[in-house]
C-alpha cells in the first residue's frame, strides 16, 4: 500500500516550458487535491477534483491544468512554465470532502 | 487576506516539557480543524482534528483545545520528544466545502 505517490521528485525547467506533474493514490478516494507551498507560507490549493472526470479551480489555478481520466490519478499541467511558479508541489487525496487529507512526498519544480 | 494565522514561526522546548502550539482563524464559519505534521523533504502528515461542536480532543500526547468566542486554536503535545521536532501545520474546513486553509507553520524543536 503505497498511499499517495508524485512524480518527478525534482525537475527544473526553463521559461516557457511546459511539464506534467503525475499523483497517483491506491486507497480508492474519490477526492484529491494539488497544493503548492512556497517558502515561509502555508500550503495553498491549486485545483481539486471531487471524482473521476471532475475538476474544480482553488485559490491559485492561474497557469495550471489538472485532468483525473482515472480515480486513482490526478495530473497537473503547467503549460507554459514561469519562474513564479517555482515552488514544491503536493498532491493529496481523501476518502470524502470532510476527512483528513493524506499527502504524497511533494515535487520540487525550479524554473528559471 | 490570510484566514489563518500562526503567529509564532518557530518554539523551542525541551524534552519531557509541554509543547504549545497556537493557531488563530478569523472566520466563524469554519466548522472543521485539523493539525498537521511535516518533516523536512516530506509531504504533511495528519496529526488530529477537532469538530466545531468540541472544544477538546485527545489523542496520546496529543491534544488540540477548540475556542469558538476566541476564534483560536492550540495543540498540545505531553511530554515532548525529539522526534517531534518538525513544522505544524493548522488546517481549518468549513462544512460545506472542501479545500483546507492552511496556516503557514510553526517550526517546533524539541531539545535533549
Known amino acids: 500500500n503505497a498511499g499517495v505517490t508524485q512524480t518527478p521528485k525534482f525537475r527544473v525547467l526553463k521559461t516557457g516550458q511546459s511539464m506534467t506533474l503525475l499523483c497517483a493514490q491506491d486507497?480508492?478516494?474519490?477526492?484529491m487535491y494539488w497544493y503548492r507551498q512556497d517558502p515561509g507560507m502555508g500550503l495553498r490549493l491549486i485545483h481539486y477534483?471531487?471524482?473521476?472526470?471532475?475538476?474544480a479551480k482553488g485559490e491559485v489555478p492561474d497557469g495550471y491544468n489538472v485532468s483525473r481520466l482515472k480515480k486513482q490519478n490526478f495530473l497537473l499541467g503547467l503549460e507554459s512554465a514561469a519562474p513564479s511558479q517555482t515552488s514544491v508541489y503536493f498532491c493529496?487525496?481523501?476518502?470524502?470532502?470532510?476527512?483528513?487529507?493524506?499527502f504524497g512526498p511533494g515535487t520540487r519544480l525550479t524554473v528559471l | 487576506d490570510q484566514q489563518v494565522k500562526q503567529n509564532s514561526p518557530s518554539l523551542s522546548v525541551q524534552e519531557g516539557r509541554i509543547s504549545i502550539l497556537n493557531c488563530d482563524y478569523t472566520?466563524?464559519?469554519?466548522?472543521?480543524f485539523l493539525w498537521y505534521k511535516k518533516y523536512p523533504a516530506e509531504g504533511p502528515t495528519f496529526l488530529i482534528s477537532?469538530?466545531?461542536?468540541?472544544d477538546k480532543n485527545e489523542d496520546g500526547r496529543f491534544t488540540v483545545f477548540l475556542n469558538k468566542s476566541a476564534k483560536h486554536l492550540s495543540l498540545h503535545i505531553v511530554p515532548s520528544q525529539p522526534g517531534d521536532s518538525a513544522v505544524y501545520f493548522c488546517?481549518?474546513?468549513?462544512?460545506?466545502?472542501?479545500?483546507?486553509?492552511f496556516g503557514k507553520g510553526t517550526s517546533l524543536l524539541v531539545t535533549p
Open positions: 488546517a481549518i474546513q468549513r462544512n460545506s466545502g472542501y479545500a483546507l486553509n
Open positions: 477537532i469538530s466545531s461542536i468540541k
Open positions: 477534483s471531487v471524482g473521476e472526470g471532475t475538476t
Open positions: 486507497m480508492n478516494h474519490e477526492y
Open positions: 472566520n466563524s464559519m469554519f466548522d472543521y
Open positions: 493529496a487525496s481523501s476518502y470524502s470532502g470532510l476527512n483528513e487529507q493524506f
